[in-house]
């Protein structure tokens, strides 16, 4: 409800319950009771307008009449501020009654259509515009196409054309993989044949070059064998001469005696068997002729003979009594003496023989204690005295 269009006759002067109003357009009087249920009720005359007549309030849209005012002091305030809400919702003055909502109602319509039915005639005039132009457009587009077509069928000659060549071609493609297909199954029969024949030869050839390793190895062990063989020498495994203190020993028995120290006549006697053994093998094997004496080995008793005197049957006995007790002192002295001069003799004639090879040096080969009758190194070996000179000759005699 506008306030340029308020209705003098407001209900100032109403009873309490009730509240009358104005229409805006027609200025009949409308009732409106706080506690009635509004409805429409059209008076009995269009043109009756007697401010006496009073009506309910006739229209109001569907969507406003849930916000009408409710019971309260400030029912009126609340109902004009509700009429000004309503105005600015649909457009024109509130309230209104049936008629002239009606009225308003109809003019809205009616003015809606009018638009409606220009809206029509533009769609229409535009509908018309635009199959005119789709018509042209399709006649364009089927010039268009014609040439297209033309342009298409053209290609396809020529296509037709090139598949013809392709075809024939296609053909002696699948001939030839008809025959390379039969060539690849007798390639791959060869192929296996090859391969069969290749794991043989890998076979032998691995069986070849294990037993060519296995021969290599026997070899090189064979080799090695043969060399510490060679090195190897049967006197130094047989007869091993080496020295204890001032004892001189051939397989771990001394030869020799101390006055501070004693060697049992049995270790001394095993001593001298095992050097005449060792000197009697040398003679024997290097092919020496002794011309003075002979030494036969017998154990722990060896002998030594005197070859000069003809038939002469005299022995020298190279060993010793019992219990350290020296018997035939005279006897032992010779055998020793006869032990060094079959002993030089043999020195002797090896020197000789190495001389006489083209690649000797008289330097060569020294005798480190040389050998003069019964002396070695210049130290008798005679049983004088048992002291360091009994010994030392024997040592150096080792």
């Known amino acids: 409800m506008r306030k340029g269009k308020q209705s003098t006759g407001a209900p100032a002067a109403m009873a309490a319950p009730d509240v009358v109003a104005s229409c805006q357009r027609c200025r009949r009087a409308l009732f409106f009771s706080r506690s009635a249920t509004f409805s429409p009720k059209p008076s009995s005359s269009k043109d009756e307008k007697h401010p006496d007549n009073l009506q309910a309030v006739s229209w109001i849209p569907a969507g406003l009449q849930k916000q009408l005012p409710q019971e309260g002091d400030d029912f009126l305030m609340s109902l004009y501020q509700f009429f000004e809400y309503a105005a600015e919702t649909v457009g024109h003055d509130q309230p209104q009654c049936y008629e002239c909502s009606q009225e308003v109602l109809h003019k809205q319509l009616m003015k809606k259509e009018a638009q409606a039915l220009l809206n029509c005639t533009a769609f229409a005039q535009y509908l018309h515009s635009l199959e005119e132009q789709i018509q042209e457009e399709e006649d364009d587009l089927e010039d268009t196409l014609k040439a297209e077509l033309l342009a298409l069928e053209e290609e396809e000659a020529k296509a037709e054309k090139k598949l013809r060549k392709y075809t024939e071609h296609w053909n002696q493609i699948q001939d030839d993989q008809a025959e390379l297909k039969l060539q690849e199954t007798k390639l791959d029969g060869e192929i296996e044949e090859w391969q069969r024949e290749y794991n043989k030869c ?31 020498s049967i006197y130094n495994e047989a007869f091993h001469i080496w020295f204890d203190g001032h004892f001189g020993t051939i397989n771990n028995f001394r030869l020799g005696r101390l006055r501070s120290q ?30 003075k004496f002979q030494v036969l080995p017998c154990g722990s008793s060896p002998v030594v003979n005197p070859i000069e005197g003809g038939g002469s049957k005299t022995t020298f006995e190279l060993y010793t009594g019992a219990q ?70 024997r040592t150096n005699c080792e």
């Not at 026997?218 to 064998?225: I, K, N």
């Not at 006549?265 to 020496?288: C, D, F, K, Y």
């Not at 350290?324 to 002192?329: E, L, M, R, S």
């Not at 010779?334 to 008289?362: H, S, V, W, Y």
């Open 262 to 291: 004693t060697v049992d006549p049995s270790e001394m006697n095993a001593a001298w068997g095992h050097a005449a053994l060792l000197l009697h093998t040398i003679q024997r094997v290097r092919n020496i002729r002794w011309t």
């Open 202 to 232: 890998k076979m032998e050839n691995f069986y070849v070059t294990e037993t060519c390793a296995a021969l290599d190895q026997q070899c090189l062990t064979e080799t090695e064998e043969l060399n510490r063989l060679n090195n190897a």
């Open 324 to 393: 350290g007790v020296f018997f035939a002192q005279k006897k032992f002295d010779k055998a020793m003496i006869g032990f060094l001069t079959c002993l030089d003799e043999i020195i002797q004639q090896e020197m000789a023989r190495f001389r006489a090879l083209p690649i000797a040096n008289d330097q060569s080969m020294k005798v480190p204690y040389p050998i003069e009758g019964d002396k070695v190194g210049g130290l008798t070996i005679k049983l004088a005295s048992v002291s360091h000179s009994f010994s030392q000759p």
